[in-house]
């Protein structure tokens, strides 16, 4: 049964500071990999998606890796920003499979 | 990017009625769309996989007769709470699949609440 964990659950850190989310999962036979955010009361925002072939996804201040053979995916954020403030889900599809897996999140807040 | 869509947005009922929440894929086709629903504080909870054109699959612990989903077409997807009660107050949300790399994007969530 695939798991998936994100550490840490919770992070706080100052404005302006690059910063690093972790994702990690046990079964590496992953079609995708998806990296959200989440506001308070609002539905999930997709940031990256990283396909099973792929080692990394870029799109403005966010960098999303992916090594298969490890289990694991970093989402990186570069120049926090207070707007950066939110929870960050990780998601993995199962070779084979529909639903999406989630990790816990991690919960951010980027302070001015 | 893909945008997906839901309407009410919230929504007050009295116990004991029916609510039909709308979810569209607005600019991408999806044969497959999903049914969440997430209480405060926790973690999204799927409750069903909404397949275009043949019955949804529910997740174990979620009643089909109580959620009635129905997936007419490749852009629409909508859930029915039959018989609401308090206890089914909640956030509601749908996404959709793309094909190919089977992306899934998220509406913004129905906020329902049951008197």
């Known amino acids: 049964k695939q798991e998936v964990t994100q550490i840490p659950a919770a992070l706080s850190v100052p404005e302006g500071e690059n910063l690093v989310l972790n994702c990690s999962f046990t079964?590496?036979?992953?079609?995708?990999l998806q990296w959200f955010r989440q506001d308070p009361g609002k539905g999930l925002t997709s940031l990256l998606l990283?396909?099973?072939?792929?080692r990394e996804q870029t799109s403005g201040r966010l960098n999303a890796s992916l090594d298969k053979s490890s289990g694991r995916s970093t989402l990186y954020i570069a120049a926090s920003q207070p707007g950066d403030s939110a929870t960050y889900l990780c998601a993995v599809l199962i070779q084979g499979a529909q639903k999406l897996v989630f990790g816990q999140g991690t919960r951010l807040t980027i302070n001015p | 990017g893909a945008v997906v869509s839901q309407h009410p947005s919230w929504v007050i009922c009295k116990s004991g009625t029916s609510v039909k929440i709308e979810c569209r894929s607005l600019d991408f086709q999806a044969t497959t769309m999903f049914w969440y629903r997430q209480f405060p504080k926790q973690s999204l909870m799927l409750m069903a996989t909404s397949n275009e054109g043949s019955k949804a699959t529910y997740e174990q612990g979620v009643e089909k007769d109580k959620f009635l989903i129905n997936h007419a077409s490749l852009t629409l997807s909508t859930l029915t709470v039959t018989s609401a009660h308090p206890e089914d107050s909640s956030f509601y949300i749908c996404?959709?699949?793309?094909?190919?790399?089977?992306?899934?994007?998220f509406g913004p969530g129905t906020r329902l609440l049951v008197l």
């Open positions: 990283i396909q099973s072939s792929q």
């Open positions: 079964d590496s036979a992953i079609y995708n």
């Open positions: 996404s959709a699949q793309t094909s190919g790399v089977k992306a899934q994007y």
